[in-house]
């Protein structure tokens, strides 16, 4: 079975920074995308960065040029180096897995279970 584990939040003051981790484990053949979504309270969750196993990444537009998604294709980790932090970016912050467990499996998606991310005025 595989299992997302974050770690990364926090509380931080408007401007700081924070960089989140989510590492892969389990039985895994190929990790075709990974990506971090949020959950504000009160709000559907949406897609904040997402990087593809050939390393092409898109952001939501309001995280451009603040956020960076990284990978560690050994290690089965992505990261989120989040930069001039906003109190609107205060939310619960999943990562997210596109993969195939083996050779012969269809692709499937699995998500971790969150980490809180505030960032105080």
């Known amino acids: 079975q595989v299992q997302l584990v974050e770690s990364g939040g926090g509380l931080v003051q408007a401007g700081g920074s924070l960089r989140l981790s989510c590492a892969a484990s389990g039985s895994i053949f190929r990790i075709n995308a990974m990506g971090w979504y949020r959950q504000a309270p009160g709000k559907q969750r949406e897609l904040v960065a997402r990087?593809?196993?050939?390393?092409?990444?898109n952001y939501a537009d309001s995280v451009n040029g603040r956020f960076t998604i990284s990978r560690d294709n050994v290690k089965n980790t992505v990261y989120l180096q989040m930069n001039s932090l906003e109190p609107e970016d205060t939310a619960v912050y999943y990562c997210?897995?596109?993969?195939?467990?083996?050779?012969?499996?269809?692709?499937?998606?699995?998500w971790g279970q969150g980490t809180l991310v505030t960032v105080s005025s």
């Open positions: 997210n897995m596109d993969f195939r467990a083996t050779v012969l499996s269809s692709n499937v998606e699995v």
């Open positions: 990087i593809t196993s050939a390393g092409s990444t």
